[in-house]
């Protein structure tokens, strides 16, 4: 176990394949972030990448061992007290993850990703920034998702590819939230969409039922989230 100290900053966690255009591009963001502590790079193919970045720090493992078992990885090697975990093709404004950083040292959140409906669009006409609790985890929550370190369970070895992103939403002891008024964008399945993962795919949501079926509603917050989910979609039926 690393001793975090009071490095309050995040760790920035990226698994990649070297396959996404945008990888130095956000690894340069993150590491010029005020608020990063440093940024581990889960290089899971060759070549050996590097960085000229005193924040940044590379594993090199020449071998892929997949997306989930990197996150894992990065999380016992993380050095701050909090942990972003970010897609190598999610484009982000600064102040997503400084939102972010504010909300979980309130302690009010498990989870922080972004609003599905912050994604490859620009906000309407006066933007409003906000933070809710959700439960409909669907879509691109996973790219981009912020905790604390103390708060991450590491994803059984069963998934490696799909379902790591609901395994921590499900786990966490308080409501995760959405971040929204921020703009992201990704092309999403940059490497997740090519056809030797797509043939993984099936066996991965087979092993998934039954390890993550079990977790539904067995955390205080899942049923009045639930249903507060479902009550704005009713209200607000364009936000579905």
Known sequence: ???????????VVIPTLQRSPDL???VTQCAQHALVHEVIVVNNTDPPLRWDLPKVRVLNLGRNIFVNPAWNLGAREAASQL???INDDVRFEDDALTHAYQVLHRGWFGVIGPDEG????SPR???????????????NFGTFMCMRVRDYVPVPKALRIWGGDDWLFLQ??????VLAGYRFDT???TTS?????????KDELDAARPILMPLYRTRWWHRPVEYLDRLRSATHPSRR
Not at 172 to 177: D, E, I, V
């Open 193 to 201: 969409g090519s056809p030797e993962f797509q043939k993984l795919r």
């Open 187 to 189: 092309e999403m399945g």
């Open 125 to 139: 006409g006066r933007r409003r920034v906000r933070i809710a609790p959700f439960f409909s985890f669907k879509g």
């Open 83 to 85: 942990l972003a975990l």
């Open 118 to 121: 912050s994604f490859n669009r």
């Open 172 to 177: 966490q002891r308080k409501p995760n939230g």
């Open 24 to 26: 130095d591009d956000i």
């Open 1 to 11: 176990m690393k001793n975090r100290g009071n490095l309050s900053g995040f760790t």
